[in-house]
């Protein structure tokens, strides 16, 4: 919900070649109770103004000579990433209303000014604006849950095949190589029966941390199942290289862990694939990582197999 300290703290711009009529607009919205009212007689600098300050409403005059309030429009339009750019046209010239609805702007006034249509107009924009970005950032905030793990913060497996879709078409582009990692932890369900959830939720969370830790910031570590971990390796230049990062994965897993003033230790088995050897999509490179996975458990565990087919 909007609040109305919302509506009055929201950054406005006014737009008008007559700074008289600029200063006297700015004055008229401030003794209302608007807080953040700034105001350009150049129409040429708009456009780098709401670039800096992300204005939530920009009273645009029509008429002006140069560039015009058409023009100014156009190019906030060019730059508005959804599409929405917050102009409340003001013009004399009762032809331009419809002209200005459909070049972008959301609603307009008129000149000579009626104090109590320009406030009402002023806040029913902010209003409808504020509401437009909360929906927006909900939306947004949605998606990154729907993609995440709850418990570490890592990426979940959704965000993981979308990052390794991602890696193997820009291998395929600079005909490189990509590694898919399956790590999973061993003896992590007797740690959870014997000290509890919570103390396996407190593993759980510095695994991740320490897997974070190895990789670059490029590479995408994920939580795919309950101590089941998997990472996408953006670019391997070889199988050492391949090598090197997952043993040091195994090797941090391994140190000891301090969890309310009780030391645990536990080891990690990993399972590798690597485009395009492995597979040429990320469900076939998950699933040669997987069998490689399974190797590594019956070889004894706490190390790595990288898969046969490389």
């Not at 709401?50 to 560039?67: F, R, V, W």
């Amino acid at each position: 919900m909007v609040s109305e300290t919302d509506i009055l703290n929201a950054k406005l711009l006014i737009v008008d070649d007559q700074e008289l009529g600029a200063r006297a607009l700015k004055q008229m919205l401030e003794e209302a109770g608007y807080h953040d009212v700034a105001y350009t007689t150049n129409p040429y600098e708009v456009c780098e103004l709401h670039c800096t300050n992300h204005y939530k409403l920009i009273l645009l005059d029509l008429q002006m000579p140069g560039m015009n309030g058409f023009q100014v429009m156009q190019d906030l339009n060019a730059i508005e990433a959804d599409g929405y750019a917050p102009v409340l046209a003001v013009t004399a010239e009762p032809a331009y209303k419809l002209h200005a609805l459909k070049a972008g702007a959301k609603d307009f006034i008129s000149k000579p000014f009626d104090a109590e249509e320009v406030l009402t107009r002023v806040r029913n924009m902010l209003e409808i604006r504020l509401l437009h970005e909360s929906a927006r950032n909900a939306a947004t905030a949605l998606e990154i849950l729907a993609q995440q793990d709850p418990l570490t913060g890592l990426g979940n497996r959704r965000l993981l095949t979308d990052r390794i879709s991602a890696a193997l078409a820009n291998a395929r582009r600079n005909k490189s190589a990509i590694a898919v990692v399956y790590l999973d932890l061993d003896g992590f369900k007797q740690v959870n029966d014997t000290s509890g959830h919570r103390t396996g939720d407190a593993l759980l969370k510095t695994v991740a941390q320490r897997l974070e830790s190895v990789v670059r910031e490029e590479d995408t570590v994920a939580r795919v199942g309950g101590d089941e971990f998997m990472i996408a390796l953006w670019h391997v230049a070889n199988a050492s290289d391949v090598e090197t990062v997952s043993a040091k994965l195994i090797e941090i897993v391994s140190q000891p862990y301090l969890i309310e003033d009780r030391s645990f230790t536990i080891t990690a088995s990993a399972g590798v694939s690597v485009y395009p050897a492995d597979g040429e999509d990320a469900d076939s490179l998950m699933k040669s990582a997987d069998a490689a996975l399974y190797e590594a458990k019956r070889s004894g565990k706490n190390g790595f197999r990288i898969s046969r087919q490389m």
